[in-house]
């Protein structure tokens, strides 16, 4: 009888490893799936509060529910893209026409001291390091380098929009039959662990929302900072930064590089002026010094509070996570990977809770 159940244990793994293959192979459909489910969940009380309107002594039906929830889906990402769209070839109209001698001449003042350091030391010979940056900002800021970068993004969108259609297309019948995954998933699922595996999704049901709020909170608070900060300090399209600072911080630890590096590009072509006077300088100052702040604050506070509070999971346990995540599967797994993982504690936790390891990663679920 033991051999027996080993032999069926060992089949179990065997065949659990072998979905885990099959499902990387098919990660971007997997990718789809997680996405189309978070949607759901979301936007599941919204689902169920139209669901309880009358309309002429009857229900909305659920077809009609579900598409006019995934229209208030498209409404909120075009009005992102409405918002971002504009400012990026905004951005790139005005380096494709910034006076690059002018710029790099004002300059040329604060490096020649630089430069004698350099020389003294036997480090630069030949050019002067303001000759260096003008070519370097000439070949990185070229009108054919940024069409070239604009025409790579449009090249992927066609990717774009087969994402954009598998998603909505997976989230209609989501919103519409809020069953749906779960009948999906018991119907591989044996009679005698389907009571484990609901207690599962319930379970991973609670902590995907509780984490959710969180992010959205963090977004809300780095949102509000950094264009309040950005404001205060005299940067133009303050909050247009500030919005991008927010939904990018999503990505963890790259995210908030990219919004601050994006948001000091877009602060300092706007507020380029034909002397490149001293003004420029202390306002670009004062927005490191905002960025800085607000990922201080978020490292620090928010995203502690967040973790700990939703996953139940130690930093150095997210860290990790997140790094093979992305090493693996790039930007889109370091998103998902946090809840990914919270996935994968409870199922442990559930089926596997007799392991000394599995018991020290899940005691505080």
């Keep these: 009888m033991d051999i027996l159940k080993n032999w069926r244990w060992w089949v179990g793994v065997g065949f659990l490893i072998a979905f885990f293959v099959f499902a990387w192979f098919l990660r971007a459909l997997v990718f789809y799936v997680i996405i189309s489910g978070v949607l759901s969940i979301l936007f599941e009380p919204l689902v169920n509060k139209l669901r309880g309107l009358k309309l002429i002594g009857k229900g909305i039906p659920a077809g009609v529910v579900a598409f006019l929830v995934l229209l208030l889906i ?22 494709s026409s910034l006076d690059y001698d002018g710029i790099t001449s004002k300059i040329q003042e604060m490096l020649s001291v630089f430069d004698g350091f350099l020389r003294d030391y036997g480090v630069l010979s030949g050019e002067g390091s303001s000759v260096m940056l003008q070519e370097r900002i000439r070949s990185f800021f070229d009108l054919n380098n940024l069409t070239s970068i604009f025409g790579g993004f449009l090249s992927g969108i066609g990717n774009v929009f087969v994402a954009f259609f598998s998603i909505s297309f997976i989230t209609f019948f989501f919103l519409k039959e809020t069953d749906l995954f779960k009948r999906i998933l018991l119907t591989f699922i044996p009679d005698a662990y389907e009571s484990r595996v609901m207690g599962v999704f319930s379970k991973s049901k609670k902590v995907l929302s509780r984490y959710l709020i969180g992010v959205f909170i963090e977004v809300l608070l780095i949102t509000t900072l950094v264009s309040l ?5 005299g940067v133009n399209n303050a909050f247009i930064i500030g919005v991008f600072a927010g939904l990018i911080n999503v990505i963890p630890y790259v995210g908030p590089m990219i919004g601050a590096s994006v948001g000091l590009l877009i602060a300092f072509t706007t ?22 702040v607000v990922q201080l604050m978020d490292n620090i506070i928010f995203q502690p509070v967040i973790f ?56 505080h679920l």
């Design 229 to 233: 900060g950005l404001w205060l300090a």
């Design 74 to 95: 498209w409404g909120i990402l075009a009005l992102i893209i409405s918002i971002t769209i504009p400012i990026a070839a905004q951005e790139i109209r005005v380096l």
């Design 271 to 292: 507020g380029l002026d034909p002397g490149f006077t001293g003004n420029l300088v202390l306002m670009m100052s004062k927005a490191v010094g905002v960025f800085a």
């Design 308 to 363: 700990s509070n939703s996953v139940s999971a130690h930093p150095l346990e997210i860290f990790l996570v997140i790094s093979m995540a992305g090493m693996l599967g790039g930007i889109g797994a370091m998103i998902i990977a946090v809840p990914t993982y919270s996935f994968i504690r409870i199922i442990a936790q559930e089926f596997l809770s007799e392991f000394k390891v599995v018991k020290q990663l899940t005691k």
